[in-house]
């Protein structure tokens, strides 16, 4: 019969940890609170816990369990190094979408260079029930334990939404169903209306949603974006002009406006790390933009801030300062900041100067902006 342990949100993981790591080492299998319900947790590493995983999904009351089982990673880094067959588009989609309440569909084809690193006891076991899905349910207690773990780990919902409403109950009909082949059931008392996870997968760079739920179809979709993004001081002159200036060369390339650009998949912004919020770009730089046939009328400025800059695809920046800046504060970037000019040169802010200068300036961005759009194959994103 399994141990239950309550969780308690105030107080320290450590005690419960400490109960989980050597059940999961020995090849036990614990149940955790998830962000969609109680799941059933085992090293992918060890025998025994697939073995038992299969035995409990062959045996336990019928809907007790998803007919799938997944795996389960702290992040999207994690996933990206376990596996490197993932496309730009996943990478992009789990980056932004955990962890949370999102289940991204995995080929068995393409599980090969996982399996292979898993001890050959384990591999002919995963070969008989192979995982469909890739998640990283956002909740304190399972995200920690995976920490801990540092290993892959295989993840089964529970399903039992019409008890799960009623508490105690719930617990006891879990602790009833899975006997001994739970070592240890830690329970979230909160956990009353679990989110509903949205399942998709990608196929040929495009993203198909299998089922929505608490991510809808609109949010999934602005997940999927490529997104571009400048970096100046006061995201006023240099850093709005090559996001107008890029909307432009890129909306050409493309054959639709600017306004278009993010239905064919891309997303241009710009930020200052020193800009006040709501600043308009300057005069100058509004009308050679304008001059360039770009738009920067409704510009207002806003600072880089880490969540803005996590959602950055490519980030560029106008100097070497900026560039050393955003590698200081923001050191741990899916995105590899860069300078915009390709050869390494800054580009010198305007503020203030009369309009030759920002010309020039804007002359300078133009070219730098054709460059990196020539590197960056429309369509490809990372």
């Known amino acids: ?166 508490g105690a109950r719930a617990v006891e009909e879990m602790v009833a169903q899975f006997g001994a082949n739970v070592a240890l059931l830690i329970t979230d008392p909160a956990l009353v209306a679990p989110c509903e996870l949205t399942v998709a997968r990608v196929t040929q760079e495009k993203c198909e949603l299998l089922h929505e739920g608490t991510l809808t179809a609109e949010q999934l979709q602005q997940q999927t974006l490529c997104v571009i993004l400048f970096v100046c001081t006061g995201n006023t002159c240099r850093s709005p002009l090559a996001e107008a200036v890029c909307k432009k060369l890129l909306a050409d390339r493309l054959g639709c406006t600017p306004s278009e650009l993010v239905d064919r998949g891309y997303l241009v912004l710009s930020a200052g790390l020193a800009a006040y919020r709501g600043d308009p770009a300057t005069p100058e730089a509004v009308e050679v933009a304008q001059e360039f ?47 915009l000019s390709s050869e390494g040169l800054d580009i010198a802010d305007p503020i203030g100067q009369d309009m030759s200068v920002y010309r020039e300036c804007a002359q300078q961005i133009a070219q730098h ?6 590197e960056m194959v429309p369509g490809e994103k990372r």
């Open 369 to 374: 902006v054709q460059r990196f759009l020539d």
């Open 1 to 166: 019969m399994a141990e239950t342990l309550h969780w308690i949100p105030t107080e320290p993981l450590d005690a419960l940890l400490a109960r989980v790591a050597p059940i999961l080492a020995a090849g036990g299998l614990v149940a955790l609170p998830g962000d969609s319900g109680y799941e059933l947790l085992g090293s992918a590493q060890h025998p025994a816990a697939v073995q038992t995983l299969m035995h409990l999904r062959e045996t336990a009351a019928p809907g007790l369990l998803t007919s799938e089982w997944d795996l389960g990673f702290v992040g999207a880094a994690e996933a990206a190094q376990a596996l490197p067959a993932l496309s730009p588009l996943e990478r992009r989609l789990l980056r932004r979408c955990w962890p949370g309440p999102f289940r991204l569909l995995f080929e068995p084809e393409r599980q090969s260079a996982w399996t292979a690193s898993l001890p050959d006891s384990t591999r002919g076991l995963i070969a008989r029930a192979p995982f469909s899905g890739l998640r990283s349910p956002a909740h304190d207690v399972i995200l920690s334990v995976m920490h801990q773990l540092a290993a892959p780990v295989l993840l089964n919902r529970v399903v039992a939404p019409q008890s799960l409403e009623s």
């Open 293 to 339: 046939g770009a738009d920067l009328g409704a510009h207002l400025s806003k600072r880089l801030d880490p969540a803005l800059a996590a959602q950055a695809d490519y980030l560029l920046c106008m100097t070497t300062s900026h560039l050393q800046a955003v590698e200081y504060l923001l050191p741990h970037l899916a995105a590899v900041p860069r300078l």
